[in-house]
T-cell receptor, first 111, second 115 residues
Framework: GENVEQHPSTLSVQEGDSAVIKCTYS??????FPWYKQELGKGPQLIID?????GEKKDQRIAVTLNKTAKHFSLHITETQPEDSAVYFC??????????FGPGTRLSVLP | GAGVSQSPSNKVTEKGKDVELRCDPI?????LYWYRQSLGQGLEFLIY????????KSGLPSDRFSAERTGGSVSTLTIQRTQQEDSAVYLC?????????????FGQGTRLTVV
């Protein structure tokens, strides 16, 4: 079955700097890759997703890149702000199967 | 409602008691998932419902765990004879269509503490 690894497990950046979180997946059939943000005491919320037919997607300060050959995808956050501090989860899903989540990255944006 | 609703938000129970956790998905969403999140950990898949199909129970950790979904809407996760290792946040999510191919909307979770 699908297996998703995520690095780093914790990340601290200065406000205004960029943050990058990387995930790898094992099943080459996976075709949907969402990223979720979980704030303390809340459920995860989708922040951006990408499908296997595109290599990059951007939404304001957030971007995701996908390398299907290498089976990895990354989340890029630019101009980080304190409210970006949260736990971020990547996920991958093969067609017709459940999401498999990575173990999460705790991002701290230092003022 | 506007989002996925879970109740109760917190539950403290004594070891050995049974508990029921409720999930109200977004209206019109055919897919419903239950996940478990232990403190500081990732999301552990428990069970998946899709329309009237038989549920995928492959993630349930033991036969003390069961879930049902009535009328294709509300779902209840039941844990019998609770153990301390069951303490976790139980998250429910729903999505408009099939398994793993569209955004899943999560509820706030139920924090279960077994004492």
């Amino acid at each position: 079955g699908e297996n998703v690894e995520q690095h780093p497990s914790t990340l601290s950046v200065q406000e205004g700097d960029s943050a990058v979180i990387k995930c790898t997946y094992s099943d080459s059939a996976s075709n949907y890759f969402p990223w979720y943000k979980q704030e303390l005491g809340k459920g995860p919320q989708l922040i951006i997703d990408i499908r296997s037919n595109v290599g990059e997607k951007k939404d304001q300060r957030i971007a995701v890149t996908l390398n299907k050959t290498a089976k990895h995808f990354s989340l890029h956050i630019t101009e980080t702000q304190p409210e970006d501090s949260a736990v971020y989860f990547c996920a991958a899903s093969p067609p017709g199967q459940n999401f498999v989540f990575g173990p999460g990255t705790r991002l701290s944006v230092l003022p | 409602g506007a989002g996925v609703s879970q109740s109760p938000s917190n539950k403290v129970t004594e070891k050995g008691k049974d508990v029921e956790l409720r999930c109200d998905p977004i209206s019109g969403h055919t897919a419903l998932y239950w996940y478990r999140q232990s403190l500081g950990q990732g999301l552990e898949f428990l069970i998946y419902f899709q329309g009237n199909s038989a549920p995928d129970k492959s993630g349930l950790p033991s036969d003390r765990f069961s879930a049902e979904r009535t009328g294709g809407s509300v779902s209840t996760l039941t844990i019998q004879r609770t153990q301390q290792e069951d303490s976790a946040v139980y998250l429910c999510a729903s999505s408009f269509s099939g398994r793993g191919d569209t955004e899943a909307f999560f509820g706030q979770g139920t924090r279960l503490t077994v004492v």
